[in-house]
């Protein structure tokens, strides 16, 4: 019964902590600039995460080591310093996004400009990763997410969409000119599924909650069932887009909009479930970021870590935690909105995936680590193949975005 | 060095700088792009400010939506006239006229029933509608 309690759990806060403030970002504009053209990058990215975070779960319940311990053990520090990198820079851009995710959704809420709520969102992020325990933070904002699941409702709704729109599935609305613009939403697409900090925190959360070789089920399921079903949150709000926004010539350019989606179908309840669901999911994200970069750090470096243990017991995990929420602020404070950040941090993500995963892939064909669990031929070739698409997506479209002011 | 005397970072630079010029071809210029970002701003300002008269939405939601539409819009009259791609000066005048109207309604939007706010949806939507004429031109 507990088994089937952890599956179940597992399952349901995969659902609710799959969006953020990427994921919603980049679900809306795709949905409202080029109706469904861009649904296979949503599935091809969710397929991406399923295979890893399954890897990255079945690594340490082998293992009983951290991706962070693994790369610095099998490469050295020097080297684990490369992806440390990619991580600090992408990750902080990221975070920036996420507080100012969770400032407009109290904005909406409120009608108080998000400027002044950005501070707020960083301090309630500071006190929950300092007094929070693992559990509260893994499941608490995931649980709250579920209400991601109205964005399918919102879809049922509205109905079918009509034949035209229907046509972008296979023949994507790209105007001329436009063709550097979805490149750049492919990028961030599978930039901002494909996070590389959900393989620190998933590896470390198993840590935390002493998986062993007895939770590959539990793992194997999580991954599978709970990331599918999460990204029907994100294909349902790139639908809504492109039903309610893309005929009314929006694109999507702020948070709020994307809410008028679902504004459409639910009405007034509609503004507030999109609002609420921002909020958790953004909230989620923030505090899987902090701990993910923090673990990171501390594992790497060889310092004691763990948010179960008290702040004295592990001084300079909880004093990293500060500094890099501190930088995150400081970023959020250039007064960039958080939907062109969001966008942007998961373009660059999507740029240093490649530093980023493939000492994993290294790794995870190791039996040293793994014993007879290690990778098959199926696994190597999708992450490669997907990792080489984001990569080369990434590396076109950024510099295209940066000179013509669009990125 | 190869048998031409490059480098290979040389080369890579190279094949960069000629992506990027190849580039040109499918990417939009600065004035279509922000022409084309404000007129669909307007089309969702204008959208916000039916769906708070209609009760889609709350009047929270719309004042922070408009906070954030002001930002998006904040500073074009200034940057238009001297962006790359920018259609002649007649055409920019006309643009900015219609922006000038507009962005009075997103500075003060009327969400009380007791101001005309279909004037500001018209408004609004006319610039929406002029900005993307323009950003397809």
Same mark, same amino acid.
């Given at each position: 019964?507990?088994?089937?309690?952890?599956?179940?759990?597992?399952?349901?806060?995969?659902?609710?902590?799959?969006? *953020?403030?990427?994921?919603?970002?980049?679900?809306?504009?795709?949905?409202?600039?080029?109706?469904?053209?861009?649904?296979?990058?949503?599935?091809?990215?969710?397929?991406?995460?399923?295979?890893?975070?399954?890897?990255?779960?079945?690594?340490?319940?082998?293992?009983?080591?951290?991706?962070?311990?693994?790369?610095?053990?099998?490469?050295?520090?020097?080297?684990?310093?490369?992806?440390? +990198?990619?991580?600090?820079?992408?990750?902080?851009?990221?975070?920036?996004?996420? =507080?100012?995710?969770?400032?407009?959704?109290?904005?909406?809420?409120?009608?108080?400009?998000?400027?002044? /709520?950005?501070?707020?969102?960083?301090?309630?992020?500071?006190?929950?990763?300092?007094?929070?325990?693992? *559990?509260?933070?893994?499941?608490?904002?995931?649980? =709250?997410?579920?209400?991601?699941?109205?964005?399918?409702?919102?879809?049922?709704?509205?109905?079918?969409?009509?034949?035209? /729109?229907?046509?972008?599935?296979?023949?994507?609305?790209?105007?001329?000119?436009?063709?550097?613009?979805?490149?750049?939403?492919?990028?961030?697409?599978?930039? +901002?599924?494909?996070?590389?900090?959900?393989?620190?925190?998933?590896?470390?959360?198993?840590?935390?909650?002493?998986?062993?070789?007895?939770?590959?089920?539990?793992?194997?399921?999580?991954?599978?069932?709970?990331?599918?079903?999460?990204?029907?949150?994100?294909?349902?709000?790139?639908? =809504?887009?492109?039903?309610?926004?893309?005929?009314?010539?929006?694109?999507?350019?702020?948070?709020?909009?994307?809410?008028?989606?679902?504004?459409?179908?639910?009405?007034?309840?509609?503004?507030?479930?999109?609002?609420?669901?921002?909020?958790?999911?953004?909230?989620?994200?923030?505090?899987?970021?902090?701990?993910?970069?923090?673990?990171?750090?501390?594992?790497?470096?060889?310092?004691?870590?763990?948010?179960?243990?008290?702040?004295?017991?592990?001084?300079?995990?909880?004093?990293?935690?500060?500094?890099? =929420?501190?930088?995150?602020?400081?970023?959020?404070?250039?007064?960039?909105?958080?939907?062109?950040?969001?966008?942007?941090?998961?373009?660059?993500?999507?740029?240093?995936?490649?530093?980023?995963?493939?000492?994993?892939?290294?790794?995870?064909? *190791?039996?040293?680590?793994?014993?007879?669990?290690?990778?098959?031929?199926?696994?190597?070739?999708?992450?490669?193949?997907?990792?080489?698409?984001?990569?080369?997506?990434?590396?076109?479209?950024?510099?295209?975005?940066?000179?013509?002011?669009?990125? | 060095?190869?048998?031409?005397?490059?480098?290979?970072?040389?080369?890579?630079?190279?094949?960069?700088?000629?992506?990027?010029? !190849?580039?040109? $071809?499918?990417?939009?210029?600065?004035?279509?792009? %922000?022409?084309?970002?404000?007129?669909?701003?307007? !089309? %969702? %300002?204008?959208?916000?400010?039916?769906?708070?008269?209609?009760?889609?939405?709350?009047?929270?939601?719309?004042?922070?939506?408009?906070?954030?539409?002001?930002?998006?819009? #904040?500073?074009? #009259?200034?940057?238009?006239?001297?962006? $790359?791609?920018?259609?002649?000066?007649?055409?920019?005048?006309?643009?900015?006229?219609?922006?000038?109207?507009?962005?009075?309604?997103? #500075?003060?939007?009327?969400?009380? %029933?007791?101001?005309?706010?279909? !004037?500001?949806?018209?408004?609004?939507?006319?610039?929406?509608?002029?900005?993307?004429?323009?950003?397809?031109?």
């Amino acid at each position: 019964m507990k088994k089937v309690f952890a599956i179940a759990l597992g399952i349901v806060t995969a659902i609710g902590g799959f969006l *953020d403030a990427g994921t919603v970002a980049t679900s809306g504009e795709a949905g409202a600039k080029y109706g469904f053209g861009l649904i296979w990058a949503v599935i091809l990215a969710t397929i991406e995460i399923i295979l890893l975070v399954e890897m990255v779960g079945r690594f340490t319940a082998v293992s009983q080591k951290t991706y962070a311990d693994a790369i610095r053990e099998k490469f050295g520090f020097k080297f684990y310093l490369f992806p440390l +990198a990619s991580e600090l820079i992408a990750e902080s851009l990221l975070l920036a996004a996420e =507080l100012g995710g969770v400032a407009i959704a109290l904005s909406l809420l409120t009608g108080i400009s998000w400027h002044y /709520l950005f501070p707020v969102a960083a301090i309630l992020v500071l006190i929950l990763v300092w007094s929070a325990s693992f *559990d509260i933070i893994e499941n608490g904002p995931a649980l =709250l997410g579920l209400v991601t699941l109205s964005f399918l409702v919102g879809v049922i709704l509205l109905g079918p969409p009509k034949l035209s /729109l229907l046509q972008t599935l296979w023949k994507p609305p790209i105007q001329q000119g436009q063709f550097a613009d979805y490149l750049y939403l492919v990028a961030a697409i599978l930039g +901002a599924t494909i996070s590389p900090y959900l393989l620190y925190f998933y590896s470390s959360g198993a840590i935390e909650e002493h998986w062993s070789g007895k939770s590959l089920l539990l793992n194997r399921v999580t991954a599978i069932v709970g990331m599918g079903f999460g990204s029907i949150g994100s294909l349902a709000l790139l639908i =809504l887009s492109a039903i309610v926004l893309r005929p009314l010539n929006m694109q999507a350019g702020t948070l709020g909009e994307i809410g008028l989606a679902m504004a459409k179908p639910l009405g007034i309840v509609g503004g507030y479930l999109f609002a609420v669901a921002l909020f958790s999911t953004c909230l989620g994200a923030a505090l899987e970021v902090v701990l993910a970069v923090s673990y990171n750090v501390a594992q790497g470096f060889g310092w004691e870590w763990g948010q179960n243990q008290k702040p004295v017991q592990t001084a300079r995990y909880y004093a990293f935690m500060i500094v890099f =929420l501190l930088v995150a602020v400081i970023i959020g404070l250039l007064g960039i909105d958080p939907l062109q950040l969001a966008l942007f941090a998961s373009t660059v993500i999507a740029l240093f995936l490649p530093v980023s995963l493939s000492p994993f892939l290294f790794i995870m064909n *190791d039996p040293a680590y793994l014993k007879d669990k290690t990778n098959g031929w199926f696994d190597n070739t999708a992450i490669i193949l997907i990792l080489l698409i984001a990569f080369a997506v990434a590396v076109v479209s950024i510099p295209l975005e940066i000179i013509t002011g669009g990125g | 060095m190869n048998k031409t005397g490059f480098s290979l970072p040389v080369l890579v630079l190279l094949a960069l700088l000629m992506w990027t010029l !190849a580039g040109c $071809q499918f990417t939009q210029s600065p004035f279509a792009l %922000a022409v084309s970002s404000a007129g669909a701003e307007f !089309a %969702a %300002a204008a959208t916000t400010l039916s769906y708070v008269h209609s009760g889609k939405i709350s009047t929270q939601y719309a004042r922070a939506s408009f906070v954030n539409y002001r930002s998006q819009l #904040d500073g074009l #009259d200034q940057q238009l006239p001297s962006q $790359q791609g920018a259609s002649g000066g007649a055409s920019v005048a006309h643009l900015l006229a219609f922006y000038k109207v507009a962005i009075r309604a997103v #500075d003060n939007p009327c969400l009380e %029933a007791s101001c005309n706010w279909q !004037a500001q949806v018209a408004a609004l939507n006319s610039a929406s509608q002029a900005f993307l004429k323009a950003a397809g031109s």
